[in-house]
């Protein structure tokens, strides 16, 4: 019973949560912490079974579900041949799990740190977890759309009720960039569904009809609507300046999950949706993907580098991860499959390597701001002598984040570096060249926060609780241990990365 | 010359006028009631059951034995000598007066009581008049008959717009309604005789037919091919007088003075009553009576240039508006725009999605429109509060006003999980459908455009500080929101069955 339906459980838990704690008065605030703790923790429970059980599961054949796993299908809206399709792969189930693990540790992080409204806060984060649970196990589109946009409404109103001083302007930023990216995916996708006459909006049997089709005007349209929709999420050179201003305003918790999950969203839809519908037009404008993503490597570095505040410093570095991401994506839709697999593993690693360390990184400033209320990289300074543990802590994440060898991000980023040369030759040397500017910046910043003399305004500062440690311990953790041995993750996807790799070279001629 | 059978001319089908006659019959009851009781908020339950009865009665006669069949076999029965027609169209649309009567009947109650004292049996009778006018309009395929319905609502508003004897904007509302309709409906008037005097028949089949034979290069009636301009003009002619009913640029003037004057109840009739009505009024006449190819590609061309200037133009003027009244007018003439681009798309016959499309968006605005007018009548009542500033800190006042109308501007705006998000959905695959691409994607973006304007009411409802104590309790308003929203939400997930009711309406058009 409960493993056939597993993910409608995962999704839908923290649904059933938020419906009854809406009847909750808002003075009983004990009990809305705890349910939402438990709301948000039960789907990570339940997708552990799922991760145990992963080789053993049956694979689908089914034309709806090839490749898939733990599948489920009702039918919903037959006259446009909507079904409600479930189904995971290697890349969508390493993200469910992701978003599994990030959603209770933010609600712990909110834990003492939101004090107003705490009962609308919980229901939103609750919704926000069915929305991005949601995507990752769509897999027909409708549905899938369904979802992105239930994200899109709860984080408007967690960065604008709960942000900082300029919050209305950019939860408003944020909600138009996104919205606008997905009206314009959603007529494209209709688009294809037209003319291809399918009749259904199933992903998978919508790719095996589109990815046949010429390339033309329409189909290119097509193409670019989709991927700008996905592009804005990720975000994608030069659709990104809603993020700064999304994560600068939005509280600690909810930049978390923003950095953590929801960049994630986009990478995931390249990979479910642009790609494999329309390889034929990928592989023409990969050039321009490439450039894209080289472009964010180096730009959000040098960016990174020129801010002032220490949380728009570790946004503009999420830019840039991002384009990892984009770069090796680019590289796969045009190499031969055995090449390309490297490129799209090396490049999808990048995105579950900094769902784990951003999450941590914007915590750790986090940490600082709830105690010296300010992120002014002027103002911070010597905080190993004031709060050591702390600064050990942001010490080490930020050496996660600038790509040292030994965790997750170096292993991440030298596969989808080296996937991508064969593709793209020595230009992969401009995106060398963004690490480098991120490696300067993570130090600089580091001299300016950590060392140094003591402040005296923050001396007796309180240094690291044990609720602090309880949410960063796991994240690191898992940085280390994906740092020495990324095979687990690597082996769950290698599948559907041999599978994207394939899709993606067959169109293209190779 | 043997004598006519006039019952056999005629054809009288009563039970296809059972929720007229019920209507007319509640008509009749409550001016009786008015002098027998002294408590006058007892009218108000007496229209609501009658119209509660006629919709339950509308089921009835679709289900009759003999219509049903008719139906079923695709050749709907003609009746009162072709006077009335019992398709599929005919009972959805009636079945939507209906239901927005209800809706207007019960957020009125509160208001009338406290502006109206004086006139119960007006207000209602009026109101019941004009849905009478509705029903009739949509359940003819007689020019002549349709134009009866036609007087007969707007003659209605026009009472309704100024019932508020001693408010001056509210007469002034009635008498601008009143000379632009009048204007409008000479102008129908005169496109119908010209149409009349090339085809020689009111009947729209009828008129089909000489059409067709007239493009074929046939005289008929003494009339041949060289008539066609006087035919295109009538046609022009007609469109703009329903382009008027439906507040469509350029005659769209009238709504923001209309709806800003008008007591709220009543605007809210009028942003879905007669819109819906038109609606199906236009769905009939350019259909079914110039649904013949050399007509349908010059008016689908003309409505479609009336779509995009309409939306473009509601859109971008709603976002100067600071009366909230004045905000729903050109939110209305928006969403006029987005329906028109249905129509277009059932302009391409072999397609056949569009009026599908165009009968669910209206049932899914008519749902939407009347939700958040409620909450605008119950503000209108307790306070006068028609500005948007108004709204200031209404989650506080209200909570469930407040969330109730972010549901309702989201699902103006077509996002996901509500019913407007499926209206628009279905809008867009008819219109990539029929080969308007470029319309769907415009309408995606003017649904971004309009975030602007509701998110602003959102964001003073939600982001800033009450400035008044909390509402009163308002029965009316407050059932009338709460049916909104659940049939928002579920009607929207649970579209399959209402989608199947208009595809088979929309089956029965030629």
Redesign the interface.
């Known amino acids: 019973m409960f493993m056939e339906h597993a993910l409608t459980w995962i999704v839908f838990t923290p649904l059933v949560f938020a419906l009854v704690m809406m009847f909750i008065p808002k003075t009983q605030e004990k009990v809305l912490w705890w349910l939402a703790g438990i709301g948000t923790l039960l789907p990570l429970l339940f997708s552990l079974p799922l991760a145990a059980g992963w080789y053993s599961a049956p694979v689908s054949t089914e034309p709806w579900a090839e490749g898939m796993r733990y599948v489920e299908r009702v039918l919903?809206?037959?006259?446009?041949g909507v079904h409600y399709t479930l189904g995971v792969d290697g890349f969508a189930f390493t993200m469910l799990v992701l978003s599994c693990l990030l959603f209770p540790l933010a609600i712990l992080a909110s834990y003492g740190y939101i004090k107003e409204r705490v009962k609308d806060y919980l229901v939103l984060m609750l919704i926000l977890m069915v929305g991005t649970n949601g995507v990752f196990v769509s897999l027909d589109f409708?549905l899938f759309?369904?979802f992105w946009?239930?994200v899109?409404?709860p984080m408007y109103?967690l960065i604008?009720?709960w942000g900082g001083p300029r919050?209305?302007y950019a939860a408003?930023k944020f909600?138009?960039y996104t919205?606008?990216g997905s009206?314009?995916m959603?007529?494209g996708a209709?688009?294809l569904?037209?003319r291809t006459g399918v009749q259904t909006f199933n992903m998978l049997q919508m790719a095996d009809a589109t990815s046949g089709l010429p390339v033309d005007g329409?189909t290119t349209f097509a193409f670019f609507a989709l991927l700008i929709g996905f592009a804005v999420k990720v975000p994608m050179f030069p659709f990104h300046t809603w993020l700064p201003d999304a994560h600068v305003e939005a509280p600690t918790p909810v930049s978390m999950l923003l950095a953590g999950i929801l960049l994630k969203l986009g990478s995931y839809a390249m990979v479910r949706i642009s790609h494999p519908m329309l390889p034929q037009v990928a592989r023409n404008y990969a050039w321009l993907l490439f450039a894209a993503g080289v472009t964010a490597v180096v730009y959000a570095a040098a960016a990174a580098m020129a801010q002032k505040d220490f949380k728009k410093q570790v946004a503009y570095s999420s830019v840039s991860h991002m384009g990892f991401f984009v770069m090796a994506l680019a590289a796969a839709s045009v190499l031969e499959p055995e090449l390309g697999q490297i490129a799209l593993a090396g490049g999808y690693f990048v995105t579950i390597a900094h769902g784990l360390i951003s999450p941590a990184f914007f915590f750790a400033v986090g940490m600082f701001y709830e105690r010296t209320h300010t992120r002014d990289l002027d103002k911070l300074g010597g905080m190993f002598l004031t709060v050591p543990v702390i600064s050990f802590m942001t010490a080490f994440i930020a050496f996660a984040n600038l790509g040292l060898p030994g965790m997750a991000g170096f292993i991440g980023e030298f596969i989808a570096l080296t996937g991508t040369y064969p593709a793209f030759g020595l230009w992969v040397l401009i995106a060398g060249v963004g690490m480098v500017l991120t490696a300067a910046w993570h130090l600089l910043t580091m001299r300016n926060v950590l060392l140094g003399p003591a402040k005296k305004e923050y001396a007796g500062l309180a240094d690291v609780t044990w609720k602090e440690k309880l949410i960063f311990a796991p994240l690191a953790v898992l940085i280390v241990l994906f740092g020495v041995w990324p095979a687990p993750v690597l082996n769950i996807l290698a599948q559907s990365v041999e599978t994207l790799s394939q899709v993606l070279a067959i169109v293209g001629g190779n | 010359m043997p004598p006519i059978n006039w019952t056999q001319a005629v054809d009288p089908n009563y039970v296809l006028l059972l929720p007229e006659l019920i209507l007319v019959a509640t008509a009749l009851l409550v001016m009786v009631w008015d002098f027998y009781v002294s408590q006058k908020r007892s009218l108000v339950w007496v229209t609501l059951s009658g119209v509660i009865l006629a919709l339950i009665s509308v089921w009835f006669s679709a289900n009759d034995a003999k219509i049903a069949a008719a139906m079923a076999a695709g050749q709907p029965l003609e009746v009162f000598g072709k006077m009335l027609v019992a398709d599929g169209v005919t009972f959805f649309l009636k079945a939507v007066a209906l239901i927005i009567a209800a809706l207007v009947i019960l957020q009125s109650v509160e208001f009338v009581e406290k502006y109206l004292r004086g006139a119960y049996l007006e207000f209602y009778e009026v109101l019941l008049s004009a849905t009478l006018g509705m029903m009739i309009m949509v359940s003819s395929e007689n020019l002549v008959t349709i134009y009866v319905g036609l007087e007969l609502t707007s003659i209605a508003s026009y009472i309704l717009a100024g019932i508020l004897r001693k408010d001056p904007k509210s007469n002034e509302a009635g008498l601008k309604y009143f000379l632009n309709g009048a204007f409008a409906s000479g102008i129908l008037l005169f496109g119908l005789s010209l149409v009349y005097g090339v085809t020689g028949s009111m009947h729209l089949p009828a008129i089909a037919s000489s059409i067709k034979a007239l493009a074929a290069g046939q005289v008929v009636g003494g009339i041949s091919a060289a008539a066609m301009p006087v035919l295109v003009s009538g046609m022009v002619m007609m469109l703009g007088g329903l382009a008027f009913k439906i507040a469509a640029f350029p005659m769209h003037l009238w709504a923001p003075d209309v709806y800003e004057g008008a007591p709220s109840p009543v605007t809210a009739f009028f942003s879905v009553g007669p819109k819906s009505a038109a609606f199906g009024t236009i769905l009939r006449v350019f259909v079914v009576g110039m649904g013949v190819s050399v007509m349908a590609e010059k008016w689908t061309l003309v409505w479609a240039v009336v779509a995009a200037i309409t939306m473009v133009l509601g859109n971008t003027a709603a976002l100067l508006q600071t009366n909230i009244k004045r905000m729903m007018a050109y939110s209305s003439i928006a969403q006029a725009g987005y329906i028109l681009v249905g129509v277009v798309a059932a302009g391409n016959l072999s397609s056949g999605y569009g009026t599908a499309s165009v009968l669910f968006y209206a049932l899914a605005y008519a749902l939407t429109n009347l939700g958040i007018f409620a909450v605008i009548s119950h503000m209108e009542t307790e306070g006068g509060w028609t500005e948007v500033e108004h709204y200031k800190g209404l989650v506080f006042r209200n909570p469930v006003y407040a969330w109730a109308l972010?549901i309702f501007f989201?699902s103006l705006?077509?996002?996901?999980?509500t019913v407007g998000?499926f209206g628009k959905?279905?809008i867009?695959?008819a219109a990539?459908?029929a080969g308007y691409?470029w319309l769907?994607?415009l309408m995606?973006?003017n649904?971004?455009i309009s975030?602007g304007y509701y998110?602003n009411v959102v964001?003073v409802m939600?982001?800033e500080e009450p400035e008044q104590l909390p509402l009163q309790r308002n029965a009316g308003s407050m059932t009338t929101v709460l049916i909104s929203c659940v049939s928002v939400i579920m009607v929207g997930l649970l579209?399959?069955p209402v989608?199947?009711i208009v595809?088979q309406a929309a089956s029965m058009l030629p």
């Open positions: 919903w809206i037959k006259e446009i409708m759309y369904v946009e239930i899109l409404l109103f604008g009720i919050r209305s408003i909600f138009l919205l606008l009206v314009v959603l007529v209709i688009y569904y037209v329409l | 972010m989201v705006i077509g996002i996901p999980p998000f959905l279905f867009f695959r990539a459908d691409l769907a994607l995606a973006i649904s971004v975030v998110y964001r939600f982001l579209s399959s989608l199947n595809q």
